[in-house]
Structure formats: structure tokens, C-alpha cells
């Protein structure tokens, strides 16, 4: 079975400072690793996956993450954050032993930018 | 592309009615379709998976015959929440997985309220 783990259910920054949100993940399979954000009342936006290869990937809105296999860890980063980036965020994997369809969500994390 | 609707966003009825929610995928055609249900300031929980043309698998701890879903065809599922009650408000999200990139795409969510 797979499981995620968001360290921090808050995260605070100010405007244009860096924004890292953890991500750690447990699965005895190969996993696909995704990340979502939630803005109020509204549904998941996909941020960005991995599911092969290079392990550091970008996604929409300046956002990256990096897959980092021996840390079993999969870390969502932007450089300077926006206050529009205020919302929930969600780490989730999915695996092959499921079909790769079943997604396993963390429990979010919020983050608060700051003027 | 990969985008997902549903309809209503917001309905609110009388306790002992049943509530009809439609998820479509507007720009492909998914076989596999998901239910979520989200409690206030809290993570996913799967209900159930529906398959075009086939039953839906309904997660452990998950009533069947409250939560009733049909996939009829390759872009539309349906949840009918059955003679619903005040503690079946809550907010649902549906979800369709684009098949050759095994990607969740969500909806934007329905806001249910029980009266």
C-alpha cells in the first residue's frame, strides 16, 4: 500500500521568498508522484508528476519538484512566491500495483503569503 | 485540454431527497471516472471508482445504496446521493483519468448542503 506524508498542515512566506513544501512518500512499488493545488471551494489543479525519468520536473506556474528515490521524497519548490499562490496543496502517488489509477492524497498543506 | 465539469456547483436540499451530481470530461474520453469526498479543511477520500459500462467499486465503509453511480458513456458519470441526510453535506469532487498518461484531471466540486 502506498502512503504520503506533508510535513507542516501551514506553511508561511512572504512575497517572493522561497516557497518548500514537503512531500514524503511511501510505496514497495515504482511510484508516480504528483502534486495538486486547491484554491477555495474549487476543485484540484495539476501542478506537475513524475512518473519516469529526469526526476527533477517543472510544472505550471513556476512550480518544480524533484523526485529523490533514496529519500523516498518528493518536495514542491518555487523560487519567489506570488500571492496568488495562496491555496492548499496536495502531494499524492499512485503505483502499479493499483493500475497507476488509484491516487493515495496527503493530508495538504496551506500556504499563507504574506505582503 | 484534460478539462472536467461538474454540475450543480452548490445544491441544497431537504433531508429524505435524493441529489443528482454529473461529472463530465469535456475534451477526451475517460473509461475511468473517480468519486471523492472532502470534509472541511481536510485531505480526499476516495468513495468509489466508476468504469464505463460496469459497476463502480465502492471503497471500504462506503454505502453502496446511498451513494449510487452510473457511467454510461466515456464522458459522464454520475452520483446520486439517496435520501440524503444532514451529515452527507459535504463538498464531492469527481475526477477522470486521461488513460495513456494514467493523469487525474478533477472537477471544480459540488458543494452539498442537507437541510
Known amino acids: 500500500a502506498q502512503s504520503v506524508t506533508q510535513l507542516g498542515s501551514h506553511v508561511s512566506v512572504s512575497e517572493g521568498a522561497l516557497v518548500l513544501l514537503r512531500c514524503n512518500y511511501s510505496s514497495s512499488v515504482p511510484p508516480y508522484l504528483f502534486w495538486y493545488v486547491q484554491y477555495p471551494n474549487q476543485g484540484l489543479q495539476l501542478l506537475l508528476k513524475?512518473?519516469?525519468?529526469?526526476?527533477l520536473v517543472k510544472g505550471i506556474n513556476g512550480f518544480e519538484a524533484e523526485f529523490k528515490k533514496s529519500e523516498t521524497s518528493f518536495h514542491l519548490t518555487k523560487p519567489s512566491a506570488h500571492m496568488s499562490d495562496a491555496a492548499e496543496y496536495f502531494c499524492a502517488v499512485s503505483a502499479l500495483n493499483t493500475g497507476f489509477q488509484k491516487l493515495v492524497f496527503g493530508t495538504g498543506t496551506r500556504l499563507l503569503v504574506s505582503p | 485540454g484534460a478539462v472536467v465539469s461538474q454540475h450543480p456547483s452548490r445544491v441544497i436540499c431537504k433531508s429524505g431527497t435524493s441529489v443528482k451530481i454529473e461529472c463530465r470530461s469535456l475534451?477526451?474520453?475517460?473509461?475511468?471516472m473517480f468519486w471523492y469526498r472532502q470534509f472541511p479543511k481536510q485531505s480526499l477520500m476516495l468513495m468509489a471508482t466508476s468504469n464505463e459500462g460496469s459497476k463502480a467499486t465502492y471503497e471500504q465503509g462506503v454505502e453502496k445504496d446511498k451513494f449510487l453511480i452510473n457511467h454510461a458513456s466515456l464522458t459522464l458519470s454520475t452520483l446520486t446521493v439517496t435520501s440524503a441526510h444532514p451529515e452527507d453535506s459535504s463538498f464531492y469532487i469527481c475526477?477522470?483519468?486521461?488513460?495513456?498518461?494514467?493523469?487525474?484531471?478533477f472537477g471544480p466540486g459540488t458543494r452539498l448542503t442537507v437541510l
Open positions: 513524475y512518473t519516469t525519468g529526469a526526476t
Open positions: 475534451d477526451f474520453q475517460a473509461t475511468t
Open positions: 475526477s477522470a483519468r486521461v488513460f495513456s498518461t494514467d493523469t487525474q484531471y
